[in-house]
């Protein structure tokens, strides 16, 4: 089964060529296109869609706001935020708006494709190197560590995760296996009270686990 992706871009030549790109897939299917979002809101409302790919700057409704608002419905698809800036603020509010991946419009077709499949199943997935800055970057706070009782390898586990790694990554930068990353990611959720990675990823932002 394909995964349904729609284009939200106001500029024409940029979603003809999103089009293109995503297009040369065969596991990925475009069904839709909208110029704002708005109308990217009345798409989702219309359309079973898996994979949003949402500009940020565009007239009537933002990219960020649209997103938000899609989040509010039941079921919404997952939302990979595409822009052309490059600034923290705009990673940290891609996040809180609810969106699973942020990718910048200079990234190789490749690594747009990448993203799709990667948020279409249930990943989070960031802007790697401003992500690795950011991360890199972690506070010295350790509220949330005591709030939500962390342990060590709990800690490692969430600084990598908001990196943007995939628990297949984790394991590997870890040297431990897949089940048990997975053990630790599920913890993580439970104990930070996070619906899904992302939310987690907020949680370490908010507190000052991780310091933008």
Known sequence: MSIRVALVDDEPLVRAGLVAIVDSDPELDVIGE???????????????????????????????????????????????????????????????????????????PEELIRAVHTVAGGETLLYPQKVRDMAARAGRRDDLVRAAQLSAREQEVLRLMARGLSNVEIAQEMYLGSETVKTYVSSLLTKLDARDRTQAVIRAFESGFIVP
């Open 34 to 108: 909208a110029e704002d979002g708005a109308e990217a809101i009345d798409l989702a409302a219309r359309t079973c869609l898996d994979v949003v790919i949402m500009d940020v700057h565009m007239p009537r409704l933002d990219g960020l706001e649209a997103t938000r608002l899609m989040m509010a419905k039941q079921e919404p698809p997952r939302v990979l935020i595409l822009t052309t800036f490059d600034s923290d603020d705009y990673v940290f509010e891609a996040l809180r708006s609810g969106a699973d991946g942020f990718v910048l419009k200079r990234a190789q």
